[in-house]
């Protein structure tokens, strides 16, 4: 079956330094979505790509989708405190209707 | 999201019960899910709804049941709890279409003993 995996599992960086997670699936998708879930909560949706090499931006936060749509990256340029948690992306396979396959994930510690 | 509740939030329970988990949405949406959560291992999908009676097995359905008897609600069930089963489960709900974002509740934490 479709597998997703997310490098690093784990980052711990100083504040204002950048983060860069990277997002591997096996088989193509035809879509990604990306979701952040702060310690002791739940994952909340951060945005969604469909394109083959569609870029987006929210702040600081710079989402990739790789021209194969088979990877993806996130990208936090000068990391904050509040930034802290886990950050999952999630693929929608080509042809399998609305399930989604969540990576491994990459926990993200932000220190002062 | 708090259109999203789930009960318990908290459990624990010996091994051999049986433990239902709630789940309710006030979103309106048809679609629902049920996952479970391990350190290092992501959300796996347990179970999934599109519709009132409409059940579909996800990734790790063994050892879990489903009921989806209203719009609004969807319960899991496992049968004869087992301490691998100790996990979070997260209930989520999806408006139609293939790109919609998921909506989470706020997860059980189980422990079974």
């Known amino acids: 079956g479709q597998q997703v995996m997310q490098i690093p599992q784990y980052q711990h960086v100083q504040e204002g330094e950048d983060f860069t997670t990277y997002c591997n699936s096996s088989?193509?998708?035809?879509?990604i979505q990306w979701y952040k879930q702060r310690p002791g909560g739940h994952p909340v949706f951060l945005i969604q790509?469909?394109?083959?090499?569609e870029v987006k931006k929210q702040k600081r936060l710079t989402f990739q989708f790789g021209e194969a749509k088979k990877n993806s990256s996130l990208h936090i340029t000068a990391t904050q405190t509040t930034d802290v948690g886990t950050y999952f992306c999630a693929g929608r396979n080509t042809g399998t209707a609305s399930k989604l396959t969540f990576g491994t994930g990459t926990r993200l510690q932000v220190t002062l | 999201d708090a259109d999203v509740t789930q009960t318990p939030r908290n459990r624990i329970t010996k091994t051999g019960k049986r433990i239902m988990l709630e789940c309710s949405q006030t979103k309106g949406h048809d679609r629902m899910y049920w996952y479970r959560q391990d350190p290092g291992l992501g959300l796996q999908l347990i179970y999934y709804s599109f519709d009132v009676k409409d059940i579909n097995k996800g990734e790790i359905s063994d050892g879990y049941s489903v009921s989806r008897q209203a719009q609004a609600k969807f319960s899991l069930s496992l049968e004869s709890a087992i301490p691998n089963q100790t996990a979070l489960y997260f209930c989520?709900?999806?408006?139609?279409?293939?790109?919609?974002?998921?909506?989470f509740g706020d997860g059980t934490r189980l422990s079974i003993l």
């Open positions: 790509l469909v394109k083959s090499g």
């Open positions: 989520a709900t999806s408006g139609p279409g293939e790109n919609q974002p998921q909506h």
């Open positions: 088989t193509t998708l035809s879509n």
